[in-house]
């Protein structure tokens, strides 16, 4: 599968999380998951590149 990659804010990203729950648990469920991951990889890379 080809990936692609897109950046957000992390105010458009809790949008778009926001907006997915309003949508049946099954149908989304692993999409959320992995925005999650996504996000807190990055967002701990970047406090520890800060340090």
Do not use: C
């Amino acid at each position: 599968m080809q990936k692609i990659n897109i950046s957000f804010t992390v105010e458009e990203v809790n949008l778009v999380l926001k907006a997915l729950g309003r949508q049946p648990y099954e149908d989304v469920f692993q999409l959320i998951g992995n925005i999650q991951d996504q996000a807190q990889t990055q967002l701990q890379s970047t406090v520890i590149n800060k340090d």
